[in-house]
T-cell receptor
Framework: DAGVTQSPTHLIKTRGQQVTLRCSPKSGHDTVSWYQQALGQGPQFIFQYYEEEERQRGNFPDRFSGHQYPNYSSELNVNALLLGDSALYLC?????????????FGPGTRLTVT | AQTVTQSQPEMSVQEAETVTLSCTYDTSESDYYLFWYKQPPSRQMILVIRQEAYKQQNATENRFSVNFQKAAKSFSLKISDSQLGDAAMYFCAYRSAEEYGNKLVFGAGTILRVKS
């Protein structure tokens, strides 16, 4: 049973560019959350997708957008990249049908903005 | 808004000894969950232990146990018989049981070093 997968593993972009990160949830999960983790800090919640809709959103600007597909996979898009967007981006999946509804995390995508 | 505070940036423990990591949180809610996650250098975040706020009994998972003090809004993690594989960044996290959705609010983390 594959866990949460993310692609790519590493990414280097230039300031002002746009980036798309991808996440495939754990089998049986229908909810995907995205977190930004700056170096040496705790993850910060970006948003959560359920039934192809954004259900919750953290304190991030509109440059951060997402999408969830019918197969529950998800994308995180960041436009007009800033140096401060350099971070580890974590995807987590969970099941709204599950009693415990716990989040399982992927290995992350390391984004470097130069 | 809920906040989670981990006041120990770094802790060290001798192999086979016991260590306690501290966490406090702030919320106006009465129903919530608390978690400890472990993030090794490989980056994959792993759930260590979970506590439901309505349960008075402290959660335990093998060598890991918590001390949950709801009135004090304190949630510490005790690791017994520490092993080299316990070395990692540990995050305390809060999840509301009253909001729609299950977003996590994390603390800043505590680096745990295990000495052989």
């Amino acid at each position: 049973d594959a866990g949460v997968t993310q692609s790519p593993t590493h990414l280097i972009k230039t300031r002002g560019q746009q980036v798309t990160l991808r996440c495939s949830p754990k089998s049986g999960h229908d909810t995907v959350s995205w977190y930004q983790q700056a170096l040496g800090q705790g993850p910060q919640f970006i948003f959560q997708y359920y039934e192809e809709e954004e259900r919750q959103r953290g304190n991030f600007p509109d440059r951060f957008s997402g999408h969830q597909y019918p197969n529950y996979s998800s994308e995180l898009n960041v436009n007009a990249l800033l140096l401060g967007d350099s971070a580890l981006y974590l995807c987590a999946s969970s099941s709204d049908r599950g009693l415990r509804n716990e989040q399982y995390f992927g290995p992350g995508t390391r984004l470097t903005v130069t | 808004a809920q906040t989670v505070t981990q006041s120990q940036p770094e802790m060290s423990v001798q192999e086979a000894e016991t260590v306690t990591l501290s966490c406090t949180y702030d919320t106006s809610e009465s129903d919530y969950y608390l978690f400890w996650y472990k993030q090794p250098p490989s980056r994959q975040m792993i759930l260590v232990i979970r506590q439901e706020a309505y349960k008075q009994q402290n959660a335990t998972e093998n060598r890991f146990s918590v001390n949950f003090q709801k009135a004090a809004k304190s949630f510490s993690l005790k690791i017994s018989d520490s092993q080299l594989g316990d070395a990692a960044m540990y995050f305390c996290a809060y999840r509301s049981a009253e909001e729609y959705g299950n977003k996590l609010v994390f603390g800043a983390g505590t680096i745990l070093r295990v000495k052989s």
